[in-house]
């Protein structure tokens, strides 16, 4: 597509919940990150993909989270047994594959959990 | 660990320049980006160095000093749409690492 897509724009979940969140990147480029942001602070690195395999997710806070990219493509964020302090912006980013390697970023997905 | 410090908040006059430092402690260094972002919205690209000096483009410029661990964006002729944070990131080896932000405030 023409941008990053992710979706939903907004869930709300209740404590304990399993929450999927997918992010579509732009057509070509291989790397995708997934970033965190609370509210005043900037992104927090979670998990990053080149193609298929996560080549590091040095960043993911606990074994609740979990990421695919099963096709090299499109990713899925997974959250288990979510926590109010869970709730944030998840961002998605995909990069150009010649330098400068800029990001491309989603518009993200509000998470709330109740 | 990485640690990049910005400004938490600054003010400025329309029609003024503005400049937004950014230090940066990190294991290695791949290149510097200054990204945009309104309030709700997603970051967007705004400027990138790898060697040291100056680049410019248009009303912003980025400036960058390895040796020190430094850099700055410049924003000239400012415009009330240009009320946003900025966010300074390191690219080290594939991983992005962002500071805080700085939230600038325009005002008439």
């Known amino acids: 597509g023409a941008g990053v897509s992710q979706t939903p724009s907004n869930k709300v979940t209740e404590k304990g919940k399993y929450v999927e969140l997918r992010c579509d990147p732009i057509s070509g480029h291989t790397a995708l990150y997934w970033y965190r942001q609370s509210l005043g602070q900037g992104p927090e690195f979670l998990i990053y993909f080149q193609g298929t395999g996560a080549a590091d997710d040095s960043g993911l806070p606990n074994d609740r989270f979990f990421a695919v990219r099963p096709e090299g493509s499109v990713s899925t964020l997974k959250i288990q047994r979510t926590e109010r302090g869970d709730s944030a912006v998840y961002l998605c980013a995909s990069s150009s594959p010649q330098p400068p390697e800029k990001l491309f970023f989603g518009s993200g997905t509000q998470l709330s959990v109740l | 660990g990485q640690n990049i410090d910005q400004p938490t908040e600054m003010t400025a006059t329309e029609g003024a320049i503005v400049q937004i430092n950014c230090t940066y402690q990190?294991?290695?260094?791949?290149?510097l980006f200054w990204y945009q972002q309104h309030a709700g919205e997603a970051p967007t690209f705004l400027s990138y160095n790898v060697l040291d000096g100056l680049e410019e483009k248009g009303r912003f410029s980025s400036f960058l000093s390895r040796s020190k661990g430094y850099s700055y964006l410049l924003l000239k002729e400012l415009q009330m749409k240009d009320s946003a944070s900025y966010l300074c990131?390191?690219?080290?080896?594939?991983?992005?690492?962002f500071g805080s932000g700085t939230k600038l405030n325009v005002k008439p």
């Open positions: 990190t294991s290695g260094f791949n290149g």
């Open positions: 990131a390191v690219l080290n080896f594939n991983k992005f690492y």
